[in-house]
Each structure stands twice: as structure tokens, then as C-alpha cells.
């Protein structure tokens, strides 16, 4: 008996992506009725400019979570802000290093991660206390490269690319994070990597009995989660032309809600990173629309948290749906 188009209706409306796209939609309506100006065309762009650094490096947290084994990567933040410092300080302003600097970014990241999977799979060290032990390593590292005082400039290419609407005055970051999600996406469902992921992380014993390399694909993800977390933090670099200490520090945590928001098992095994791009939407509109409202850092906490315990409690009474 085929479904109903009622059935098929209360399905999708139980579908965790959907639900994170009808909030981000009703928090721009709320905020348009709230604040005049906040759901323009213009600030809506500029909402989405920021969630797509988030957006970014969620991909590789998605990843991690995916390969499960109780996956997780504490370190984004800080190898975001390494990146960001050594592509900046290598480009220093210049488009003829722009290139250069990325590689070297992407490539200290992929070591990084590298690191981690190794310590995660010979070791057999959890993945929270490893990733938190190289938290700490790589925020040593940007004190050792920086002496303590971050330097260096954007590359003007990579300014417009983020700041400018090049094409039908849309950002050129946008385009890119649009083009990542589908790359990525079709990587996840078409690509035999993506298939051993899935079967990793929904049961790893299962998974190596079947044939696959699951030490291979666990550190995989994990340098694929430092690379991204390295072009989030290059992204960020373009739009505000200059680096900190601490540029990206911050949204380690943020890059986990996104992939829960988005309705990726934290167990593994189960989700993509559709729902993740629209977790760092969510989670992007909720700072600002609370930050537009003049709210209070604690507030801002509180609701944010709130939220989250209420979309983790939706997606936990439809656990056999998205099993």
C-alpha cells in the first residue's frame, strides 16, 4: 500500500533537516517582525557570509561524527586560528602568496589530523581526550609561531572573495561553500570512502568483519576534519583582512551543534552534511538575531543551549526514523 500524501507530508516534517530549515525560516520572520531591517536582502547575505566559515568547518566535524567510535573533534578551533595565522602571515598581503599560504595551512592541518587519527586508532587513546590534548598542543604551536602577537594580512583576492558579491551580488564564499556541500555530499553517498564511513560508523566490528579498512577511513576523517577546520579559519582571515590569537577559537563547540542541529547521530553511522550547512545557518541567525536584540552574553548562552536540548529532544523520539 502505497503512503499517503498526508503520511509522506508528517514524515518529512519529522525529517531533523527539515526541521532545522523551518527554524532558521521562522527565526528570520521573528527577527523581521522584532528588528525592521533584520530579514532584508542585505543582511540575510551577510548572515549566511558568516555561517558559511561555521558552515566549513562543520564539514569535517560531520565527518568525524560519522566515522563514529564516539568521534569527535575537540580541535577545529584552535587548528582554524593556526591556520588562519600561518596563511596570513604567509600571503602577508600579497595575491602572488595567496596560494602558497593556503597549501601550507592545509598541509601543517592534514598533519595535525594526521596526528590525531593515529593517536585514536594504534593508540587507542578516546577521541575527546585526544583531540582536547592537541587543543592544547596547537594552541601551544600559535604561541610558539606568533611570539604571542599575531601578524600578517589577507590577501586582496581573498578579501573580495569573501566581502565582495562578484556574481550576481552574491558572495564568492557562498558559491564556494555551496560547491563544498555538494562535493562533499556526493562524496558521503556516491564514492566508496563515503560508503565506508557509513558502515564504520554504524558498527566498526560489523565493518571490519565486512572488509573494511576501518582504521584507514577513522584517520581519514580525522585529517579531512583539520583541512576544513584550516579553510574555515582562511575564510575568516578574508573577512576581517587581519588575524588574531584567538580568531576561531570559539567555534569548536558551535561546530558540534551544528551537526547534531542538522540531525547527524552523534553515535555515528547516520546523517549528512546537508543538515549540518543548515545547523551553522541556525545557530548563525539565533546569535544574531539575540545579539541584534541586545541581549546579554549570558542570555545568549541560555537560549542557545535551550534550543539545542529541545532539537536534541525532538530527534531522540525519532531515533527509528532516521535509523
Do not use: C
Request: proline share 4%; charged share 10%; glycine share 14%.
Amino acid at each position: 500500500m502505497k503512503p499517503t500524501t498526508a503520511t509522506r507530508a508528517r514524515t518529512l516534517l519529522r525529517d531533523p533537516v527539515v526541521i532545522a530549515a523551518i527554524i532558521a525560516i521562522l527565526l528570520v520572520v521573528v527577527g523581521g517582525i522584532l528588528k525592521p531591517g533584520f530579514a532584508s536582502p542585505d543582511q540575510i547575505v551577510n548572515m549566511l557570509r558568516v555561517a558559511s566559515f561555521l558552515g566549513i568547518i562543520a564539514i569535517g566535524q560531520t565527518i568525524v561524527v560519522l566515522s563514529g567510535g564516539e568521534g569527535i573533534d575537540l580541535s577545529v578551533g584552535t587548528v582554524a586560528t593556526l591556520g588562519a595565522i600561518l596563511a596570513s602571515r604567509t600571503m602577508n598581503g600579497s595575491d602572488a602568496l595567496l596560494v602558497p599560504g593556503i597549501l601550507l595551512a592545509v598541509g601543517v592541518a592534514a598533519l595535525i589530523g594526521l596526528a590525531n587519527g593515529l593517536g585514536i586508532v594504534l593508540l587507542r587513546i578516546p577521541p575527546f581526550v585526544m583531540t582536547l590534548g592537541m587543543l592544547g598542543v596547537v594552541g601551544g604551536l600559535i604561541l610558539v609561531v606568533t611570539g604571542g602577537v599575531a601578524d600578517g594580512r589577507a590577501a586582496p583576492s581573498l578579501v573580495q572573495l569573501v566581502n565582495g558579491r562578484d556574481v550576481l551580488g552574491i558572495p564568492g564564499i557562498l558559491l564556494v561553500w555551496a560547491l563544498l556541500a555538494v562535493v562533499v555530499t556526493l562524496v558521503l553517498r556516491r564514492t566508496t570512502f563515503g560508503m565506508q564511513l557509513y558502515a564504520t560508523g554504524s558498527g566498526r566490528e560489523a565493518a571490519r568483519l565486512s572488509g573494511v579498512p576501518v582504521g584507514r577511513v577513522t584517520v581519514t576523517a580525522y585529517v579531512l576534519s583539520s583541512i576544513f577546520a584550516a579553510l574555515g579559519g582562511i575564510a575568516m582571515v578574508g573577512y576581517s583582512q587581519q588575524v588574531f590569537l584567538n580568531l576561531a577559537n570559539d567555534l569548536t563547540l558551535p561546530s558540534i551543534a551544528a551537526v547534531v542541529i542538522g540531525g547527524t547521530l552523534v553515535a555515528g553511522g547516520v546523517g549528512g552534511y546537508l543538515g549540518s550547512a543548515i545547523g551553522a545557518i541556525v545557530l548563525t541567525v539565533l546569535t544574531s538575531l539575540l545579539t541584534t536584540l541586545s541581549m546579554p552574553e549570558w542570555a545568549r548562552i541560555v537560549v542557545q543551549g535551550v534550543v539545542l536540548i529541545a532539537l536534541l529532544a525532538v530527534y531522540g523520539r525519532q531515533r527509528k526514523l532516521r535509523t
